[in-house]
């Protein structure tokens, strides 16, 4: 492994590899151009790799999985990926919570409508993909995955969530789902929007009804979830007297994404041992 230094973040920093090429393909294809900033992290001492699990009648769900190795009983966390489905970076958070002693796995949570990491319309993806997927099957597909990582050795009753931009939504949701959910970390999910069949609640309709504490972490300059937004979801986490709440970042909408412009390493080194943290104690 790459040398290692007393501050996490540097180490992912020092494992930056440049891309190009044949490297790029696996990152999302409506992403646009491959930032310079995009890190790698090896899988050095991990169990790597993609899994199937049984997701409901007759469908088995694809999943990514990574785990340290030879570790029993490592808390699990569950990843609910960004409207680019299980694309490299994606792939690379599962490892770096590995790297932290997490049993971690990505489920392909759009699978049943295609591979989001594929296709490179973002409006294409937005209506064939995206919006297709009801929130209850999301619920059930959740649940099936801690499911199957109690089988595959994992302490789920320390079962963790995270989840980025259409993740993060999913995170504030599934907390008020389940009892099931020790704690919980939503990077920049939106909070408020347009109900519909398939997405008839957000997450600030159901901020008085979580199950477990969840970590928000935001932008103050996300163009698609206003200030005025977070700041009513964090008095209604207030009045419902739980544990739960939301830290602002001098930063732009995905700005743990170090593959995108929109990147800044700054708030990314102040949000990602917040967000570790919270995963293994449930508190800041």
């Known amino acids: ?20 090429g044949a490297t790029a393909m696996g990152w999302a294809a409506a992403t646009g151009p491959l930032a310079a900033t995009a890190i790698v992290t090896p899988a050095d001492g991990l169990d790597v790799g993609w899994i199937e699990f049984p997701a ?18 490592a808390p699990a966390v569950m990843v609910a990926p960004e409207i680019f489905g299980l694309h490299e970076w994606i792939q690379d958070i599962v490892r770096r919570l590995a790297l932290h002693g997490f ?25 064939s993909v995206v919006a297709q997927v009801p929130d209850a099957q ?10 199957f990582l109690a089988r595959d050795g994992a302490d789920v009753k320390r079962l963790g969530l995270t989840g980025f931009c ?6 504030w949701l599934y907390a008020a789902h389940t009892p099931r959910l020790f704690a919980g970390v939503a990077w920049y999910g939106r909070l408020d929007g347009e109900r519909t069949s398939r997405q008839p609640r957000h997450p600030i309709d159901v901020a008085g009804a979580l199950k477990a504490p969840i970590l928000g972490l935001y932008g103050m300059r996300d163009r698609g979830i206003p200030v005025e937004d977070v700041k009513r979801m964090n008095e209604r986490l ?18 743990l994404a170090d593959y995108r412009a929109t990147y800044s390493e700054a708030a990314s080194k102040a949000a990602w041992p917040l967000a570790v943290r919270w995963l293994k104690t449930g508190r800041a």
């Open 166 to 171: 259409w993740g993060g939504r999913i995170t």
């Open 1 to 20: 492994m790459h040398g290692r230094t007393d501050d996490p973040w540097a180490d992912l920093i020092a494992r930056r590899d440049l891309l190009a």
């Open 238 to 255: 207030q009045a419902a007297g739980g544990r739960s709440v939301i830290r602002l970042f001098e930063a732009d909408h995905g700005f």
């Open 103 to 127: 049993h971690a796995a990505a489920p392909d949570l759009f699978q049943r409508f295609g591979d989001a990491s594929r296709i490179a319309d973002l409006r294409t993806l937005m209506d």
């Open 138 to 147: 999301v619920m059930a597909d959740l649940d099936r995955l801690a499911d």
């Open 56 to 73: 409901d009648a007759g469908f088995r769900m694809r999943a990514y999985r990574a785990r340290p190795r030879g570790a029993r009983q």
